[in-house]
């Protein structure tokens, strides 16, 4: 049995922005901001910080690493110190790399990992206690469209997004017998300065700025699954649907794996 409850609108609310030093982060402190109590942007480059919240009256920042639960917990606590909960979570910061077969290293998996599914974890669990002190705490965690279609070179981004997506959803099911929500949040291909790295091409590519907005659209619903641009998720559905044979052919086609260029040389 599920329990109803009125969520606090926005606009009353004390939120925390985890990852707001750039790309989406940084768009969203400036809608979040225009639509909230207090915005509390956490990251770990207090410069950037500090540059992303000029302006803002109600916006401050507390510079935290989500690798580093002892900076977490610490940040917890000026919370408590200063508002005593928090309404919103909004755990976005991540990274990305890309696996080559022909080098296999666990390592890379190991350390995307560590970033953006234990980063999530760390913030949920510093968060958490401050949440429930809320009206009715609300955990917005961001994940990738990637989580609906495993594809080539993607094997630690993508299983760290879904690692993400099954972690926030399996919350929801606990977390709403308490009063609270979660939303996942599935970006398509976002101009940022992490995808400017990209070797591959993005297509429906759009602007920090519009993620935002949606984001934001999403977030004053409470959707669960807060998914965009809609043409691009619904395609990786239908294809992530598909039998696996046809599946393959697709995804396989991708590849750069037997591609001269990209196998190993042998003299």
Known sequence: MTHKHQALPMAE????????????????????????????ISARNEDKLQEVATGFDNVSIIPVDITQPSTLAQAAQQLTDRFGHVDTLVANAGT???????????????????????GLVNCVEAALPLLRKSQSGYIVGVSSSVAYLPMPRAQAYGSSKAAVSHFLEAM??????????????????????????????????????????????????????????????????LIGNLPDFLRLRITASMSRAGTPDNKDSHS
Not at 96 to 118: P, Q, S
Request: charged share 25%; net charge positive; hydrophobic share 45%.
């Open 13 to 40: 609310q004390v939120i925390w922005l985890i990852g707001a030093s750039s790309g989406i982060g940084a768009a969203l402190v400036d809608e979040l901001q225009k639509n909230c109590k207090a915005l509390i």
């Open 172 to 237: 929801r099911a606990d977390l709403v017998h308490l009063g609270m929500d979660v939303s996942i949040v599935c970006p398509g291909f976002v101009k940022t300065p992490l995808t400017d790295k990209n070797d591959f091409p993005m297509p429906m590519r759009i602007s920090a700025e519009d993620a935002a907005r949606y984001m934001v659209k999403g977030m004053q619903k409470r959707q669960f699954e807060i998914h965009f641009p809609k043409r691009f998720s619904y395609l990786l559905k």
């Open 96 to 118: 990305a790399e890309y696996v080559d077969v022909n080098h296999f290293d666990a390592a890379l998996i190991r350390r995307v990992h560590e970033t953006n599914f234990m």
